[in-house]
């Protein structure tokens, strides 16, 4: 009984946390809207890492994502290219920049990034900007990133839970643990917790916290690097992996078509509901 009534407070701290959250992101949403036009991009990328380190001489660099793996990918050059990646994780961080001494990351970016424009120029392919062109990458008017907030609604979760792509633990029975984890302080570890799934926006904030990665990178961490995992290992249709697949218009039309397909086929037309161990009459 006391139990009940704790989980019932539980579950409604947890309902005004997450609608408290929804609304927040809705007044985001709008924000966002209103300061990016469609016609922008959702690959943009500002490149500021050394304003950490005092003031810039000069503009942030440009640098579309998707431009660059819509070309490199065709000539069969993968993520790796640009990203290290560890344990089947790629690491966010373009070559070794993050762990670069302040005084060398200029020199680092300049010898990637430049290196590999004059390289491709040499050999005639398509490319970009060339030592010397430096304005058109430290662009002082880029075009504004236009960037469609992507998250887990109730039919594209389910199409995770439901996936034979992501497997089932036998412990478990179900997968949940693949995605969802809670926080040990004392052992400074991330744990599973059966029935305690919830939303990650409670601990990844907009912002990095001390030891706690923002949503952005939690969710580019775990998202986008399970999508190209599979993608890797020949599974098709497993996620976006590119930008505009879960950031773009099209994208997400796409992608809002297929949950439409996939709520058709189901009894009722109705998403399971998610058992989590609560009885299923009160
Ligand atoms: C291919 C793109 C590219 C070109 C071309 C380029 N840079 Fe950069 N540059 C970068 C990147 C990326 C950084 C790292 C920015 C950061 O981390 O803040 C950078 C950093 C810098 C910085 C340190 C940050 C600052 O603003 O104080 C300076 C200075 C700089 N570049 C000058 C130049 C000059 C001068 C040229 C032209 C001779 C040039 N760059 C050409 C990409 C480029
Ligand atoms: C030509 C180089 C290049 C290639 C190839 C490349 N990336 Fe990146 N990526 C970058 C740069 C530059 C950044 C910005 C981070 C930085 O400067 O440290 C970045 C950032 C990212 C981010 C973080 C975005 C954010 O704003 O938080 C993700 C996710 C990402 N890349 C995924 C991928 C994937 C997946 C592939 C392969 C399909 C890929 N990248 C290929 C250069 C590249
Ligand atoms: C592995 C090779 C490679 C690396 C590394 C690379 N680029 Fe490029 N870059 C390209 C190619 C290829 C294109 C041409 C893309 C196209 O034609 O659409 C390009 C185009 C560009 C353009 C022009 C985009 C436009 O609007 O036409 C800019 C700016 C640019 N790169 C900046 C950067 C910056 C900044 C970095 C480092 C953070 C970087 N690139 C690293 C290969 C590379
Ligand atoms: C592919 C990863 C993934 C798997 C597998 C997964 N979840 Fe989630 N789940 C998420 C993410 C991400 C969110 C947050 C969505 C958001 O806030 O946009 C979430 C949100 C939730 C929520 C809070 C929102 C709600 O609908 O009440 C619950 C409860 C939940 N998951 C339970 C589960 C259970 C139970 C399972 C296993 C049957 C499971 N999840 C499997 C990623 C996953
Ligand atoms: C109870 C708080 C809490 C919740 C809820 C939570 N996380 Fe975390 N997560 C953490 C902490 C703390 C760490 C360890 C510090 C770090 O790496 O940010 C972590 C680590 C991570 C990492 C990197 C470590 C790894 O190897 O997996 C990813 C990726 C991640 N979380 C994604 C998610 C996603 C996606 C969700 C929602 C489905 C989620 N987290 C829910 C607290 C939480
Ligand atoms: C453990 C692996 C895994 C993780 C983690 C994961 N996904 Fe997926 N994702 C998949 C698989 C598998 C599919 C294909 C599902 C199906 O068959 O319907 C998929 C499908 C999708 C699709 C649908 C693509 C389409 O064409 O309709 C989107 C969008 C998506 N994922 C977004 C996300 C986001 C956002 C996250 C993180 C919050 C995430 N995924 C985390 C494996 C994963
Ligand atoms: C598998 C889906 C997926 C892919 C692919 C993806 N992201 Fe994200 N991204 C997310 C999720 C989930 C969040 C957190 C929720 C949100 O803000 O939409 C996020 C958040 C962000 C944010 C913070 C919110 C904002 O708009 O300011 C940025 C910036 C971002 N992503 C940029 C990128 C860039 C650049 C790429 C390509 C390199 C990329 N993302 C690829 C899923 C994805």
């Known amino acids: 009984m006391v139990k009940g009534r704790s989980l019932l407070r539980w579950?409604?701290?947890l309902l005004v946390c997450v609608s408290v959250s929804?609304?927040?992101?809705?007044?985001q949403g709008e924000k966002e809207a209103v300061k990016a036009p469609e016609s922008g991009r959702p690959d943009l990328i500002k490149i500021?890492?050394?304003?950490?380190?005092?003031?810039?001489?000069?503009?942030?660099?440009?640098?579309?994502?998707?431009?660059?793996?819509?070309?490199?990918?065709?000539?069969?050059?993968?993520?790796?290219?640009?990203h290290a990646v560890k344990d089947q994780r790629l690491s966010l961080e373009f070559k070794g920049t993050k762990a670069a001494k302040p005084a060398e990351i200029k020199d680092v970016y300049h010898a990637s990034c430049i290196g590999c424009h004059n390289e491709r120029a040499a050999v005639g392919k398509p490319t970009g900007p060339p030592?010397?062109?430096?304005?058109?990458?430290?662009?002082?008017?880029?075009?504004?990133?236009?960037r469609r907030e992507i998250g887990l609604n109730k039919v594209l979760h389910f199409r995770h839970v439901d996936s034979k792509q992501i497997p089932a633990t036998p412990a478990e029975k179900d997968n949940c643990g693949t995605c969802h984890h809670e926080y040990d302080k004392?052992?400074?570890?991330?744990?599973?917790?059966?029935?305690?799934?919830?939303?990650?926006?409670?601990?990844?904030?907009?912002?990095p916290k001390k030891d706690v990665k923002s949503l952005e990178q939690a969710a580019h961490l775990q998202c986008v690097a399970c999508h190209l995992d599979l993608a890797n290992k020949g599974v098709k249709d497993a996620g976006p992996y590119i930008c505009a697949g879960c950031h773009g218009a099209e994208g997400l039309a796409k992608v809002a078509k297929k949950n439409q397909g996939v709520v058709d086929k189901l009894p009722n037309q109705e998403v399971p509901r998610l058992k989590r161990g609560q009885p299923d009459a009160a």
């Open 11 to 13: 579950a409604g701290i």
């Open 22 to 27: 929804f609304i927040c992101i809705e007044a």
């Open 48 to 82: 500021d890492t050394m304003a950490a380190f005092g003031g810039l001489e000069l503009p942030p660099v440009t640098f579309f994502h998707d431009k660059h793996t819509d070309v490199l990918l065709k000539e069969k050059k993968s993520c790796e290219t640009c």
């Open 131 to 146: 030592d010397g062109f430096c304005r058109a990458c430290h662009n002082a008017k880029p075009t504004a990133a236009a």
């Open 186 to 207: 004392q052992t400074k570890k991330i744990f599973y917790a059966k029935d305690k799934e919830g939303t990650c926006r409670y601990c990844h904030l907009d912002q």
